[in-house]
């Protein structure tokens, strides 16, 4: 009977490590869902936020603009200083895309090794459940 009973609880315990793989991979899994939402996240404050930036850029030039023509600056020293602020401001809103794109690309990265681990973790419970399964029948035919 004591051998029967040591049997079942080597078929427990393997069952118990392959239900812990089986969350763990699960978990990994949420996790990585939850890393490519923050992705998507990422993304949408970027185009929001390089939205806004142009939309501040449009001011701060028609802002320029009126100063400029009030000064009395010269038409070419007028257009080279446009330029130059239409260039700043346009490097402005590309580095926010790029911010956000940077962000996003780390949080699926961070989503495939977090699937990754999850399907190395459940691989592991597969192996330590038949290393169990191994140990434990192999104690039980040599008392049996």
């Known amino acids: 009977m ?6 079942a609880g080597v078929f427990l315990t ?4 392959y239900q812990a793989g089986k969350q763990d991979q699960e978990v990994a899994n949420r996790n990585a869902h939850i890393a490519e939402q ?6 949408t404050k970027a185009a929001f936020d390089e939205l806004q930036q142009k939309k501040e850029a449009k001011k701060f030039k028609g802002t320029q603009r009126t100063r400029i023509a009030k000064s009395g600056v010269t038409a070419e020293s007028f257009t080279d200083v446009l330029m130059e602020t239409s260039r700043e401001l346009e ?4 580095a926010i895309r790029y911010g956000g794109d940077l962000a996003a690309s780390q949080k699926i990265n961070e989503a495939d090794a977090l699937r990754y681990g999850g399907k190395q973790v459940r691989t592991a419970s597969y192996i330590n459940m038949g290393s169990t399964l191994l140990k434990g029948i192999g104690s039980y035919k040599r008392t049996a």
């Not at 004591?2 to 049997?7: C, H, I, N, R, V």
């Open 2 to 7: 004591g051998t029967e009973l040591a049997l």
């Open 14 to 17: 393997a069952f118990g490590q």
């Open 38 to 43: 923050q992705a998507s996240a990422a993304r």
């Open 91 to 94: 490097l402005d809103a590309l």
